[in-house]
Protein backbone atom coordinates (compact mmCIF):
# COMPACT_ATOMS: atom_id res chain seq x y z
CA UNK A 1 0.00 0.00 0.00
CA UNK A 2 2.89 2.33 0.83
CA UNK A 3 4.84 1.60 -2.44
CA UNK A 4 1.57 2.47 -4.53
CA UNK A 5 1.08 5.62 -2.88
CA UNK A 6 4.42 6.96 -3.36
CA UNK A 7 3.58 5.86 -7.10
CA UNK A 8 0.85 7.58 -7.32
CA UNK A 9 2.83 10.67 -6.03
CA UNK A 10 5.58 10.43 -8.46
CA UNK A 11 2.65 10.15 -10.78
CA UNK A 12 1.22 13.47 -10.08
CA UNK A 13 4.31 15.26 -9.52
CA UNK A 14 5.04 14.02 -13.22
CA UNK A 15 1.36 14.95 -14.84
CA UNK A 16 2.02 18.31 -13.11
CA UNK A 17 5.24 19.07 -14.59
CA UNK A 18 4.03 18.04 -18.21
CA UNK A 19 1.41 20.83 -17.65
CA UNK A 20 3.65 23.66 -16.20
CA UNK A 21 5.90 22.85 -19.34
CA UNK A 22 3.47 22.61 -21.43
CA UNK A 23 2.22 26.23 -20.64
CA UNK A 24 5.51 27.50 -20.70
CA UNK A 25 5.42 26.29 -24.29
CA UNK A 26 2.69 27.48 -25.18
CA UNK A 27 3.33 30.85 -23.58
CA UNK A 28 6.51 31.20 -25.86
CA UNK A 29 4.83 30.18 -28.81
CA UNK A 30 2.26 33.25 -28.13
CA UNK A 31 4.97 35.65 -28.15
CA UNK A 32 6.42 34.25 -31.54
CA UNK A 33 3.36 34.45 -32.90
CA UNK A 34 2.86 38.31 -31.55
CA UNK A 35 6.53 38.91 -33.39
CA UNK A 36 6.55 37.14 -36.58
CA UNK A 37 3.32 39.42 -37.79
CA UNK A 38 5.32 42.65 -36.42
CA UNK A 39 8.67 41.20 -38.36
CA UNK A 40 6.97 40.12 -41.22
CA UNK A 41 5.11 43.63 -41.50
CA UNK A 42 8.49 45.89 -40.61
CA UNK A 43 10.21 44.15 -43.61
CA UNK A 44 7.25 44.92 -45.86
CA UNK A 45 7.38 48.19 -44.75
CA UNK A 46 11.18 48.30 -45.47
CA UNK A 47 10.52 46.85 -49.26
CA UNK A 48 8.24 49.45 -49.88
CA UNK A 49 10.03 52.89 -48.55
CA UNK A 50 12.97 51.58 -50.11
CA UNK A 51 11.22 51.69 -53.15
CA UNK A 52 9.95 55.18 -52.32
CA UNK A 53 13.04 56.53 -51.90
CA UNK A 54 14.54 55.18 -55.13
CA UNK A 55 11.30 57.12 -56.74
CA UNK A 56 12.18 60.39 -54.71
CA UNK A 57 15.37 60.56 -55.17
CA UNK A 58 15.62 60.09 -59.13
CA UNK A 59 11.98 62.51 -59.45
CA UNK A 60 13.84 65.59 -57.29
CA UNK A 61 17.24 65.08 -59.11
CA UNK A 62 15.14 65.16 -62.20
CA UNK A 63 13.10 68.50 -61.59
CA UNK A 64 16.09 69.53 -60.75
CA UNK A 65 17.67 68.89 -64.37
CA UNK A 66 14.54 70.01 -66.01
CA UNK A 67 15.06 73.70 -64.33
CA UNK A 68 17.92 73.45 -66.17
CA UNK A 69 17.14 72.28 -69.53
CA UNK A 70 13.72 72.64 -71.25
CA UNK A 71 11.91 69.19 -70.87
CA UNK A 72 10.77 69.31 -75.00
CA UNK A 73 14.37 69.98 -76.26
CA UNK A 74 14.96 66.58 -73.58
CA UNK A 75 12.84 64.27 -75.04
CA UNK A 76 12.50 65.59 -78.82
CA UNK A 77 16.30 66.45 -79.05
CA UNK A 78 18.07 63.67 -81.33
CA UNK A 79 21.80 65.46 -80.50
CA UNK A 80 23.23 64.52 -77.23
CA UNK A 81 26.72 66.04 -76.81
CA UNK A 82 26.97 66.70 -72.88
CA UNK A 83 31.21 67.85 -72.55
CA UNK A 84 30.91 69.76 -75.52
CA UNK A 85 31.54 73.73 -74.74
CA UNK A 86 27.84 74.30 -76.07
CA UNK A 87 25.88 71.32 -74.31
CA UNK A 88 23.21 69.57 -75.67
CA UNK A 89 21.05 67.07 -73.83
CA UNK A 90 18.69 65.30 -76.38
CA UNK A 91 17.64 61.62 -75.09
CA UNK A 92 16.47 60.39 -78.18
CA UNK A 93 20.02 58.78 -79.60
CA UNK A 94 19.99 56.83 -76.35
CA UNK A 95 16.13 55.59 -76.44
CA UNK A 96 16.87 54.62 -80.19
CA UNK A 97 20.24 52.73 -79.09
CA UNK A 98 18.50 50.98 -76.38
CA UNK A 99 15.37 50.27 -78.26
CA UNK A 100 17.07 49.01 -81.30
CA UNK A 101 19.43 46.58 -79.19
CA UNK A 102 16.30 45.26 -77.33
CA UNK A 103 14.91 44.67 -80.32
CA UNK A 104 17.92 42.77 -81.79
CA UNK A 105 18.15 41.02 -78.41
CA UNK A 106 14.47 39.67 -79.00
CA UNK A 107 14.61 38.90 -82.76
CA UNK A 108 17.77 36.26 -81.28
CA UNK A 109 15.59 35.03 -77.93
CA UNK A 110 12.23 34.74 -78.64
CA UNK A 111 12.24 32.33 -81.75
CA UNK A 112 15.15 29.97 -80.23
CA UNK A 113 13.38 30.42 -76.58
CA UNK A 114 9.91 28.88 -77.41
CA UNK A 115 11.23 26.87 -80.06
CA UNK A 116 13.10 25.45 -76.78
CA UNK A 117 10.65 25.35 -74.31
CA UNK A 118 8.03 23.46 -76.78
CA UNK A 119 10.83 20.83 -77.20
CA UNK A 120 11.31 20.62 -73.24
CA UNK A 121 7.37 21.05 -72.72
CA UNK A 122 6.41 18.79 -75.34
CA UNK A 123 8.58 16.44 -76.82
CA UNK A 124 11.29 16.05 -74.48
CA UNK A 125 11.35 12.99 -72.17
CA UNK A 126 11.48 13.41 -68.37
CA UNK A 127 15.27 12.34 -68.59
CA UNK A 128 16.09 14.52 -71.42
CA UNK A 129 14.19 17.20 -69.64
CA UNK A 130 15.87 17.02 -66.25
CA UNK A 131 19.51 17.21 -67.92
CA UNK A 132 18.64 20.13 -70.67
CA UNK A 133 17.18 22.26 -68.41
CA UNK A 134 19.32 23.36 -65.81
CA UNK A 135 22.44 23.20 -69.27
CA UNK A 136 20.01 25.77 -70.33
CA UNK A 137 19.06 28.02 -67.14
CA UNK A 138 23.11 28.20 -66.98
CA UNK A 139 23.18 31.06 -69.17
CA UNK A 140 21.44 32.98 -66.36
CA UNK A 141 24.19 32.63 -64.18
CA UNK A 142 26.97 33.97 -66.38
CA UNK A 143 27.69 37.22 -65.32
CA UNK A 144 26.81 40.09 -67.88
CA UNK A 145 30.72 41.20 -68.02
CA UNK A 146 31.92 38.02 -69.58
CA UNK A 147 28.90 38.60 -71.97
CA UNK A 148 30.08 41.92 -72.89
CA UNK A 149 33.76 40.66 -73.58
CA UNK A 150 32.31 37.70 -75.52
CA UNK A 151 30.51 39.83 -77.35
CA UNK A 152 33.25 42.45 -78.23
CA UNK A 153 36.11 39.64 -78.71
CA UNK A 154 34.60 36.68 -80.08
CA UNK A 155 31.02 38.07 -81.79
CA UNK A 156 32.10 41.32 -83.16
CA UNK A 157 35.23 39.93 -84.62
CA UNK A 158 32.78 36.96 -86.62
CA UNK A 159 30.59 39.55 -87.95
CA UNK A 160 32.81 41.68 -89.02
CA UNK A 161 34.83 38.59 -90.98
CA UNK A 162 31.19 37.54 -92.76
CA UNK A 163 30.66 42.04 -92.70
CA UNK A 164 33.49 44.22 -92.95
CA UNK A 165 31.14 47.32 -93.18
CA UNK A 166 30.17 46.33 -89.41
CA UNK A 167 32.23 48.64 -86.66
CA UNK A 168 34.41 47.37 -84.36
CA UNK A 169 31.84 48.96 -81.87
CA UNK A 170 28.14 48.60 -82.90
CA UNK A 171 24.56 47.77 -82.07
CA UNK A 172 24.73 44.39 -83.71
CA UNK A 173 27.06 42.27 -81.49
CA UNK A 174 25.67 43.19 -78.29
CA UNK A 175 21.87 42.76 -79.52
CA UNK A 176 22.81 39.23 -80.38
CA UNK A 177 24.89 38.33 -76.61
CA UNK A 178 21.66 40.24 -75.28
CA UNK A 179 19.17 37.87 -76.65
CA UNK A 180 21.26 34.88 -75.52
CA UNK A 181 21.97 35.90 -72.34
CA UNK A 182 17.52 36.09 -71.87
CA UNK A 183 16.98 32.79 -74.04
CA UNK A 184 16.53 31.07 -70.70
CA UNK A 185 14.06 33.72 -69.35
CA UNK A 186 12.02 33.04 -71.96
CA UNK A 187 12.28 29.06 -72.50
CA UNK A 188 12.00 28.53 -68.77
CA UNK A 189 8.55 30.78 -68.15
CA UNK A 190 7.08 29.65 -71.52
CA UNK A 191 7.61 25.84 -70.69
CA UNK A 192 6.37 26.64 -67.46
CA UNK A 193 3.04 28.20 -68.85
CA UNK A 194 2.70 25.06 -71.20
CA UNK A 195 3.32 22.42 -68.36
CA UNK A 196 0.29 24.17 -66.61
CA UNK A 197 -2.10 23.39 -69.65
CA UNK A 198 -3.81 19.94 -68.85
CA UNK A 199 -3.10 17.03 -70.14
CA UNK A 200 -6.52 16.21 -70.95
CA UNK A 201 -6.67 18.75 -73.76
CA UNK A 202 -3.87 17.22 -75.39
CA UNK A 203 -5.58 13.91 -75.26
CA UNK A 204 -8.20 15.31 -76.30
CA UNK A 205 -6.71 16.72 -79.63
CA UNK A 206 -4.41 13.58 -80.18
CA UNK A 207 -8.19 11.51 -80.00
CA UNK A 208 -9.75 13.96 -82.61
CA UNK A 209 -6.65 12.77 -84.91
CA UNK A 210 -4.30 15.85 -84.51
CA UNK A 211 -1.06 15.45 -84.64
CA UNK A 212 1.65 15.80 -82.36
CA UNK A 213 2.90 19.10 -83.70
CA UNK A 214 -1.01 20.31 -84.73
CA UNK A 215 -1.38 19.89 -81.22
CA UNK A 216 1.11 21.74 -79.49
CA UNK A 217 0.46 25.01 -81.78
CA UNK A 218 -3.27 25.00 -82.23
CA UNK A 219 -4.12 23.59 -78.71
CA UNK A 220 -0.94 24.33 -76.27
CA UNK A 221 0.35 27.27 -76.96
CA UNK A 222 -2.82 29.21 -77.84
CA UNK A 223 -3.94 27.93 -74.16
CA UNK A 224 -0.28 29.18 -72.40
CA UNK A 225 -0.52 32.36 -74.58
CA UNK A 226 -1.10 34.46 -71.89
CA UNK A 227 2.26 33.19 -69.86
CA UNK A 228 4.35 33.08 -73.32
CA UNK A 229 3.48 36.80 -74.02
CA UNK A 230 4.75 37.77 -70.31
CA UNK A 231 7.94 36.07 -70.86
CA UNK A 232 8.88 37.90 -74.11
CA UNK A 233 7.67 41.36 -72.51
CA UNK A 234 9.62 40.57 -69.17
CA UNK A 235 12.95 39.30 -72.07
CA UNK A 236 12.47 42.66 -73.14
CA UNK A 237 12.38 44.55 -70.02
CA UNK A 238 15.29 42.65 -68.92
CA UNK A 239 16.59 43.54 -72.35
CA UNK A 240 15.79 47.35 -71.89
CA UNK A 241 17.59 47.14 -68.43
CA UNK A 242 20.92 45.57 -68.98
CA UNK A 243 24.10 47.66 -69.11
CA UNK A 244 27.75 45.75 -69.09
CA UNK A 245 27.09 44.14 -71.84
CA UNK A 246 26.26 47.50 -74.32
CA UNK A 247 28.73 49.08 -72.44
CA UNK A 248 31.86 46.70 -73.43
CA UNK A 249 30.51 46.14 -76.73
CA UNK A 250 28.33 49.11 -78.62
CA UNK A 251 30.89 52.05 -77.45
CA UNK A 252 29.94 55.44 -76.54
CA UNK A 253 29.21 56.98 -79.77
CA UNK A 254 25.90 58.72 -78.94
CA UNK A 255 24.22 58.58 -82.49
CA UNK A 256 21.05 58.67 -83.45
CA UNK A 257 20.81 56.40 -86.50
CA UNK A 258 18.72 53.47 -87.41
CA UNK A 259 22.16 51.56 -88.94
CA UNK A 260 22.90 48.69 -86.66
CA UNK A 261 26.58 48.58 -87.97
CA UNK A 262 27.23 51.68 -86.00
CA UNK A 263 27.96 52.70 -82.67
CA UNK A 264 25.34 53.81 -79.98
CA UNK A 265 24.88 54.18 -76.71
CA UNK A 266 21.92 53.11 -74.57
CA UNK A 267 20.69 54.60 -71.57
CA UNK A 268 22.04 52.40 -69.47
CA UNK A 269 25.91 52.89 -70.94
CA UNK A 270 25.35 56.81 -70.78
CA UNK A 271 24.43 56.40 -67.13
CA UNK A 272 27.76 53.85 -66.70
CA UNK A 273 29.68 56.69 -68.40
CA UNK A 274 28.29 59.93 -66.43
CA UNK A 275 28.54 58.06 -62.99
CA UNK A 276 31.95 57.38 -63.73
CA UNK A 277 33.89 60.13 -62.12
CA UNK A 278 33.70 62.62 -65.06
CA UNK A 279 30.47 64.74 -63.99
CA UNK A 280 31.03 67.37 -61.15
CA UNK A 281 27.96 66.98 -58.65
CA UNK A 282 25.89 69.52 -59.17
CA UNK A 283 26.46 70.14 -62.84
CA UNK A 284 23.95 70.09 -65.74
CA UNK A 285 25.50 66.46 -66.73
CA UNK A 286 25.42 65.07 -63.39
CA UNK A 287 21.88 65.63 -63.27
CA UNK A 288 20.96 64.46 -66.76
CA UNK A 289 22.33 61.26 -65.35
CA UNK A 290 19.12 61.26 -63.00
CA UNK A 291 16.97 62.03 -65.89
CA UNK A 292 18.00 59.23 -67.72
CA UNK A 293 17.84 57.18 -65.02
CA UNK A 294 13.83 58.27 -64.70
CA UNK A 295 13.42 57.42 -68.54
CA UNK A 296 14.87 54.31 -67.83
CA UNK A 297 12.55 53.65 -64.86
CA UNK A 298 9.54 54.87 -66.68
CA UNK A 299 10.49 52.11 -69.82
CA UNK A 300 10.53 49.35 -67.48
CA UNK A 301 7.82 49.95 -65.32
CA UNK A 302 5.65 50.16 -68.13
CA UNK A 303 7.03 46.43 -69.31
CA UNK A 304 6.11 45.40 -66.06
CA UNK A 305 2.62 46.75 -66.21
CA UNK A 306 2.10 45.26 -69.51
CA UNK A 307 3.28 42.01 -68.97
CA UNK A 308 0.99 41.93 -65.89
CA UNK A 309 -2.18 43.58 -67.82
CA UNK A 310 -1.46 40.25 -70.83
CA UNK A 311 -1.02 37.55 -67.97
CA UNK A 312 -4.54 38.82 -66.73
CA UNK A 313 -6.16 39.16 -69.98
CA UNK A 314 -5.20 36.03 -71.92
CA UNK A 315 -5.22 34.09 -68.74
CA UNK A 316 -6.85 30.62 -68.95
CA UNK A 317 -8.02 28.96 -65.88
CA UNK A 318 -8.63 24.95 -65.67
Known amino acids: MAANSELNKNNAVDVKGMIQKNKQSKSISNVIEKIIPFLLFLFAIISILTTVGIVATLLTETIEFFKRVPIGEFFTGTVLKPLSQNPEFGVLPLINGTIISSLIAMLVAGPIGIMAAIYLSEYASDKVRRVLKPMLEILAGIPTIVYGFFAFTFVTPLIRSIWPEVEATNILSPGIVMGIMIIPMIASLSEDAMNSVPNSMREGALALGATKLETTFKVVIPAALSGIIASFVLGISRAIGETMIVTIASGSSKNFTFDITESMQTMTAYIVEVSGGEAAAGSTIYYSLYAVAMTLFVFTL ?17
Not at 302 to 318: D, W
Request: proline share 0%.
Open 302 to 318: MMNLLARYVSRKFREEY
